[in-house]
C-alpha cells in the first residue's frame, strides 16, 4: 500500500508536468467548449426538449475517443518502450501496485478535466442567465452527467491502459483504445438497431444488449435515476481490464 | 541493512538455470553462485547470455527451468522478497528523462523501502559516493550525459544498502578517470555486499573481482578465482627470450632442464633471435631455466616470464567445450 501511495503521488505529478496531459486539455477544453458554444447557439434559436448542458453531455464520446487515449497511450506503452517499466519492477513494488497507481491517477486527470468542463456551463449561467434561472447551468443534469462520466471513465480508463499494456507503441495504444471505446460505446445502440426480435437464436442477447446502452446510462445519470446495473457493468469491467492488465506486465517480467 | 536476519551460504544462486527461447536456448544448465560479500565477475562473449542470466536473477525475467535465489528467497516463488535484498542496473541503464536526479533517487528510495526518516540522508549519500551532488543533482536526467546517466544508475542500486548488487556493464561508456572512481566504488563494496558484474573490459574485472564466472552460448565454461583458472585453462607457462642462440641449440638446453619443454621462433629483435620457450605450469624448471641456459652456455639478453591475464583465461575458456567446466 505504501508503494502505491509513492506511485500514485508520482504518476499524478508525472501528470501535471507532462505536455502530454496539458496538450489532452487543450483539446478537450476546445472539443467541449466548442460544443457548448453550437448548444447554446441552437438553443438561442429555436426551442428545444433539451437544456444546452444536456446537448452538449449528449457528445461525451467525443473527448471519449479523441482525448481519453491520449491520456492512456503513454501509461505503459512508453515505460515499456524506455525500459523504465523494467527498472520499475526490480524494486519491492508490484505489478497491481504499479497498474492501480497509473489508472487512478488517469482517471482522476480525466474527472479534473470534465470538472474544468463544468465552469463553462456555471461560467455561461452567472454571465448570460437571469439570476435565479437555472436552465443554462442545468445543475441536476450536470452533475448526473458527471456521476456517469466519473463511473463509466472508470471501466474507460481501465480500456486504455489495458491497451496501452499490451504494445511498445503509444500511438498503436492509442488507435487500439479508441476503437475499443468506439466499440464499447456504439456496442449497445448497435445491438438494439440489429432486428434481434426476427432471430430466434439471437435471443439471448437482447437483455445483454439492453444493459450495454451507453447512452442510456447517461441518460438514467442525468435524471437522477440510480441503477445498479451499470455501475457493476462498469465496476466488473474495470476490474477485468485492470486483472488483464497486472497479468500483462507480470508477463513482462 | 538488517543486521539481525542470518547469514546465508551464498547471497546469490543460479541452478541450473535455463532459458529457452522458442527453439533458441538462451542460457542453458547454468550453476554458479556469490558469496555474500564477494565480487563476482561475469564474463562471456557478446550474445553468452550474461544479461538474461541476471535478469532472470533480478526477477524482471522468468527461467524456463532451474532455481534462482537472491539471499535464500526464490525468486521465482518470492519475488518481492527477493528484491528487497536486490539492487539491479541493467546494461542500457533505463531513467525517466524527465525527472531530476534528486527527484528520482527519492522515488526509487521510496519504492525500495529505505526507512521515511533516511531517505534524504541515504539520496544524499549516495549521491556523493557517485559523485553527482555537485554537477548533476538538479539537472533532468535527460540531460545527463552517458557517464553521469551510469553514474544515477549505480547511485540507484546502493540507495536501499541492499545485500546483492547486480551490476550490468557498468562502465560502459564512461571515460578513463570515471571507470577508476567506479572501480574504487565497487571495491569499497567488498565484504558488504555481494557484487555480480558483467563488462567487457576484463583489466576491470580482474582488478576488482575475487572470482569470474565465464560462460559462453548460454552455458559454464569456466568459474573460480583468477589465479585457479589459470592453472586449469593455462596449463603450459612461458617465457619469452632474447640470445644470440639458434633454436636448436636452445632447445636442447631447455630440454636438459625439463624433457617436455618447447620452443617457438618470435621475430628478432635488433638482430638478436627471440624465442618463446613453453614449460608445463608444474615444471620446477619454472624457477631454475635462467641459469640452466646460461650453464649450457646460452648468452642471454633478455629472459622473461609472460603473465597471463584475464583476457588469456577468457580466451581460453570460451575456446572450450561447454561442459567442460568444474561444477561449483
Known amino acids: ?253 | 541493512m538488517n543486521e539481525a536476519a542470518p547469514l546465508p551460504e551464498a547471497a546469490v544462486v543460479a541452478e541450473k538455470l535455463t532459458k529457452r527461447y522458442g527453439s533458441l536456448t538462451a542460457v542453458e544448465d547454468l550453476s554458479f553462485s556469490v558469496a555474500p560479500g564477494e565480487i563476482v565477475g561475469f564474463l562471456g562473449p557478446n550474445g553468452a547470455g550474461k544479461s538474461t542470466t541476471m535478469r532472470i536473477l533480478a526477477g524482471t525475467m522468468s527461467g524456463t527451468s532451474g532455481r534462482a535465489a537472491i539471499w535464500g528467497v526464490s525468486v521465482a516463488l518470492d519475488p518481492v522478497g527477493a528484491k528487497r535484498h536486490l539492487a539491479y542496473m541493467p546494461e542500457n541503464n533505463p531513467l525517466p528523462e524527465d525527472l531530476r536526479v534528486e527527484e528520482y533517487l527519492t522515488l526509487r528510495a521510496r519504492l525500495k523501502d529505505v526507512d521515511p526518516a533516511r531517505v534524504d540522508e541515504r539520496v544524499r549519500r549516495v549521491m556523493d559516493d557517485c559523485d553527482l551532488t555537485r554537477r548533476a543533482s538538479g539537472r533532468l536526467i535527460g540531460q545527463l550525459s552517458k557517464g553521469f546517466r551510469q553514474r544515477v544508475g549505480i547511485a540507484d542500486a546502493l540507495l536501499a544498502e541492499p545485500r546483492v548488487v547486480i551490476l550490468d556493464e557498468p562502465t560502459i561508456g564512461l571515460d578513463p578517470h570515471q571507470i577508476l572512481g567506479i572501480r574504487d566504488l565497487i571495491r569499497s563494496l567488498r565484504g558488504k555486499m555481494a557484487v555480480l558484474i558483467s563488462s567487457h573490459i576484463l583489466h576491470e574485472v580482474e582488478q576488482v573481482c575475487d572470482k569470474v564466472v565465464i560462460i559462453n552460448r548460454g552455458r559454464l565454461v569456466a568459474q573460480g578465482r583468477t589465479e585457479d583458472l589459470r592453472r586449469e585453462l593455462l596449463p603450459e607457462i612461458s617465457f619469452t627470450i632474447v640470445t644470440r642462440a639458434d633454436a636448436a641449440a636452445l632447445l636442447a638446453a631447455c630440454r636438459a632442464t625439463e624433457p617436455a619443454a618447447t620452443v617457438a621462433t618470435l621475430p628478432s629483435v635488433d638482430g638478436w633471435n627471440a624465442f618463446r620457450i613453453g614449460l608445463p605450469s608444474a615444471s620446477p624448471a619454472r624457477e631454475s631455466l635462467a641459469g640452466a641456459l646460461i650453464a649450457a652456455g646460452i648468452s642471454l639478453r633478455e629472459i622473461a616470464e609472460d603473465r597471463f591475464g584475464l583476457e588469456d583465461i577468457f580466451l581460453a575458456a570460451t575456446r572450450r567445450a561447454p561442459g567442460e567446466a568444474r561444477r561449483p
Not at chain 1, 504494445?167 to 438494439?192: P, Q, V, W, Y
Not at chain 1, 426476427?198 to 437483455?207: A, D, I, Q, T
Open chain 1, 1 to 253: 500500500m505504501r508503494h502505491f501511495r509513492t506511485l500514485l503521488a508520482h504518476e499524478l505529478r508525472s501528470a501535471a508536468l507532462s505536455w502530454n496531459t496539458w496538450a489532452a486539455a487543450g483539446l478537450f477544453l476546445a472539443l467541449m467548449g466548442g460544443i457548448h458554444f453550437f448548444a447554446l447557439v441552437e438553443g438561442s434559436r429555436a426551442p428545444s426538449d433539451r437544456t444546452p448542458v444536456e446537448s452538449t453531455l449528449w457528445f461525451f464520446w467525443l473527448p471519449l475517443l479523441c482525448v481519453l487515449p491520449l491520456l492512456t497511450m503513454r501509461t505503459f506503452a512508453e515505460e515499456r518502450r524506455s525500459g523504465t517499466l523494467s527498472a520499475l519492477l526490480t524494486t519491492p513494488a508490484s505489478p497491481a501496485a504499479v497498474v492501480w497507481a497509473k489508472f487512478l491517477s488517469t482517471w482522476i486527470v480525466w474527472v479534473v478535466f470534465w470538472l474544468l468542463f463544468t465552469l463553462f456551463p456555471l461560467l455561461t449561467s452567472q454571465r448570460l442567465g437571469t439570476p435565479g434561472d437555472v436552465r443554462l447551468s442545468d445543475p441536476s443534469i450536470l452533475w448526473g452527467g458527471l456521476c456517469f462520466i466519473a463511473t463509466s471513465g472508470l471501466l474507460h480508463v481501465a480500456i486504455g491502459i489495458l491497451c496501452s499494456c499490451v504494445t511498445r507503441s503509444s500511438a498503436l495504444a492509442a488507435l487500439l483504445a479508441f476503437i475499443c471505446l468506439l466499440a464499447m460505446t456504439a456496442a449497445g445502440g448497435a445491438m438494439e438497431s440489429l432486428p434481434i426480435e426476427s432471430w430466434e437464436w439471437l435471443g439471448w442477447l437482447r437483455e445483454p444488449a439492453a444493459h450495454l446502452r451507453t447512452f442510456g446510462h447517461l441518460q438514467d445519470f442525468a435524471a437522477g435515476i440510480l441503477d445498479s446495473r451499470p455501475i457493476i457493468l462498469y465496476g466488473t469491467g474495470t476490474l477485468l481490464c485492470l486483472g488483464l492488465a497486472i497479468l500483462s506486465v507480470e508477463g513482462q517480467e
